[in-house]
């Protein structure tokens, strides 16, 4: 697979193919000094796969110098050559667009052309019929008229070829340009909003807020101790852990609702048209079900329990900033921290 393959999708890999580069991935991330991030997955992964050739080439040289692979190495190679990727598909985007508008307007304008001719020569030879006495002379003037009409209707077809190529080749570029959108405000490992999706959604909501009600609730939550659940089971344990709290969050609210991961294990619920007691009852219900849940380890196959969050509600005063709105959530998550962890609380 090539690095072509990926401007509709970035990992088009099955399953069976991708737990077969993860098998590969790990006892070669071992052997160097970065720990096991998702950054660093994605580079050793895009690699093993050769998804990414220039990716490849400058992970080669670095291999073949001997030099560690460390978390700083990692990033820059994530940010020249995977981060970068975005970039030059936006451009590519872009580029094809402007080539297809531009191919668009010479048809049209041939035709447009094309069209002047045809509407001149009907009136000179209108003129010519009314002057023609013989046989002769109409159908001289019969024929060139016939030729004229063939000729504005091959450009007529032309430019409808032209057309219909166009309108599939945008609806090519619309589709690639969702993609990227979507990759730009969206959490790769957990599939819900990430910190910029979450600004954007969540100050879209509080621009519609209709003054004096104070019906938008704000859910600010942590798994309890990730670092010790890292730290005894493993990041890539980590990692389904936060995958299976997303889906968690996902399943219990409800459509208008915005959820995203801010990073790490900290996650965000705006909840539209709902009064604080049942924000309260929301967050509830997601800590039990993390609370009383079970996750399989990938590697081991153990079941492992005791995972548990804490969350923190606040409800919209109107015509406040966003970030008091977000401040005061946190304040209410940090309160159920200090306060024992594995609870919800109230600002």
Known sequence: ??????????????????????????????????????????????????????????????????????????????????????????????????????????????????????????????????ESQSALDLAAVVNVLLGDTAAIGDSVSQLKRQLDSSGKAVADLRRALQQLRSEAVTDPLTGLLNRRGFDRAAGDVLAGAVPRREDICLIMSDIDHFKKVNDTHGHLFGDKVIQVVAQTIRSTIKGQDIAARLGGEE????????????????????????????????????????????????????????????????EALYLSKRTGRNRTSVQ
Request: hydrophobic share 40%.
């Open 1 to 130: 697979m090539t690095h072509d393959l990926q401007k509709t999708g970035r990992y088009l890999e099955s399953r069976e193919h991708s737990a077969e580069i993860l098998r590969m991935v790990l006892p070669l991330m071992n052997r160097h000094h970065a720990s096991f991030n998702p950054i660093n997955y994605t580079v050793w992964y895009e690699h093993v796969a050769k998804l990414n050739a220039p990716l490849n080439h400058a992970m080669t040289e670095l291999l073949e110098s001997g030099k560690p692979l460390d978390d700083k190495v990692m990033l820059d190679l994530y940010q020249s050559y995977v981060a970068a990727f975005d970039n030059q598909e936006s451009w590519r985007v872009q580029s094809d667009l402007t080539r297809i508008l531009h191919d668009m307007f010479v048809a049209a304008r041939s035709t447009g052309d094309r069209a002047q001719e045809y509407d001149e020569s009907l009136k000179r030879h209108s003129d010519l019929l009314k």
């Open 267 to 330: 996650f965000a619920i705006v909840l539209p048209d709902t009064v604080l007691d049942a924000g309260y009852t929301v967050a509830e219900k997601i800590r039990k079900k993390i609370e009383s849940g079970r996750i399989r380890h990938g590697l081991t196959g153990d079941t492992v329990g005791a995972v548990t969050m804490s969350l923190g509600v606040t409800s919209y005063q109107h015509g406040e900033l966003f970030t008091d709105f977000l401040g005061r959530a946190d």
